[in-house]
């Protein structure tokens, strides 16, 4: 992981240091493209003498698809890319999973980079190897784990981001910090305000890097990195039971919060864990609670996540803020922290 302001205008620079040469197959979406991103990225790469080839998607979830894909093996086919050249992705974690996994299946694997260009995609969807594309209804049903040779976070490619997006990254980061480390929380108490976080790339680089410790220790998810769930399995719930008409970090917010309150009253957590998450929620315009939401609808959609393990749920909360813990629950502590996510009675 490089981090570092302008790293995305020295891309040829950085690939050629590490004695890398030949075609660049670069991906990204017609935001990036409009907003120049793309240009400056294909410039720098010309400028180092790397051959590239750019595939302009239409921005959006619908368009990490099989179709996308079909249509990027097409054009490398036509571009010649080879075993030894290079796919990079240029956005935020739709091209990200997508440029993932056309570099993990095209001839079987080719290098991969990767810039995100999102808040989330630098604090969470770049990091940990985890690539791929829905099938239908199905998020993220196919792929593979092909981890980047190298990931570029610019802090600046989050001046032109809208603060609604700055704050579902921000939920990640909440995430992290509750789960991870103290010092990060007491670092977010700094800010007030998803668009205050441009100033802090010091906040985004700790935590890429909480991120990369963990995924480094337990890379296929077999024991810590599930801690890394904090606040996804009701919010994938409530996420679906939506239709995604609310995005994702909105949805992970109102179930870290319904998950400590629930681990609160079961005594699985410190008391004062669930003000603690508000209060950093509320700094970032993140909502505790999603009402409207229909619980029932919520509830089975959470059951079916995958995290999912005979009878009991595998729920990840902070022990303490900073210290991360697994937890199983019954079914009817889920249910109960689906009715305060939604808005339910306490
Ligand atoms: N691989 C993983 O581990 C992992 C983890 C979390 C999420 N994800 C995936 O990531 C996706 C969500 O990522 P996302 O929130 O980055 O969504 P996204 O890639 O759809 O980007 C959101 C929007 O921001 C625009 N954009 C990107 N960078 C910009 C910039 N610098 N300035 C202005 N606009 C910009 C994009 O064009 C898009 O319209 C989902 O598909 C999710 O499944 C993957
Ligand atoms: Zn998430």
């Not at 802090?155 to 991870?180: F, H, Y």
Request: glycine share 10%; charged share 25%.
């Amino acid at each position: 992981v490089v981090a570092e302001s302008g790293a995305i205008e020295r891309i040829g620079q950085l690939m050629t240091d590490r004695g890398w040469s030949g075609r660049v197959l670069l991906v990204t979406d017609d935001n990036l493209e409009t907003l120049g991103w793309r240009a400056r990225c294909a410039d720098a790469l010309r400028a180092a003498g790397f051959a590239i080839q750019s595939v302009v998607l239409p921005a959006g979830e619908e368009f990490k698809s099989l179709d996308s894909l079909s249509m990027l093996y097409d054009e490398s086919l036509r571009f010649g890319l080879e075993r030894s050249d290079t796919v990079i992705g240029l956005g935020g974690g739709v091209v990200g999973d997508l440029a993932g996994f056309l570099a993990a299946t095209y001839m079987r694997g080719v290098r991969l980079v990767l810039l995100p260009t999102t808040l989330l995609a630098q604090v969470d969807a770049s990091i940990g190897g985890k690539t791929g594309v829905d099938v239908g209804e199905t998020k993220n049903i196919a792929g593979a784990f092909y981890p980047a040779r190298l990931v570029v976070i610019d802090p600046s490619a989050l001046a032109t981001l809208p603060e609604r997006l700055l704050a579902d990254g921000m939920a990640e980061i909440v995430k992290i910090g509750c789960m991870r480390s103290p010092a990060l929380v007491q670092a977010l108490r700094d800010l007030q305000g998803p668009a205050t976080i441009r100033d802090r790339p010091d906040i985004t680089w700790t935590a890429a890097r909480l991120k990369t410790d963990v995924v480094r220790v337990d890379p296929h998810e077999k024991g810590i990195r599930a801690q890394l769930n904090f606040g996804h399995t009701v919010g994938h719930g409530i996420e679906a039971a939506s239709d995604f008409a609310q995005s994702h970090g909105r949805c992970v917010a109102a179930g870290m919060a319904a998950e400590s309150r629930v681990a609160a009253e079961s005594n699985q957590c410190q008391s004062d864990v669930p003000a603690t998450v508000e209060d950093l929620l509320c700094r970032f315009g993140l909502p505790s609670r999603l009402p409207g939401i229909e619980a029932a609808a919520a509830l089975s959609a959470a059951r079916h996540d995958k995290k999912r393990e005979r009878g009991t749920i595998r729920v990840a909360v902070p022990r303490r803020i900073g210290e991360g813990t697994v937890l199983a629950w019954s079914q009817e502590q889920l249910a109960r922290a689906i009715e305060c996510a939604v808005g339910g009675e306490l």
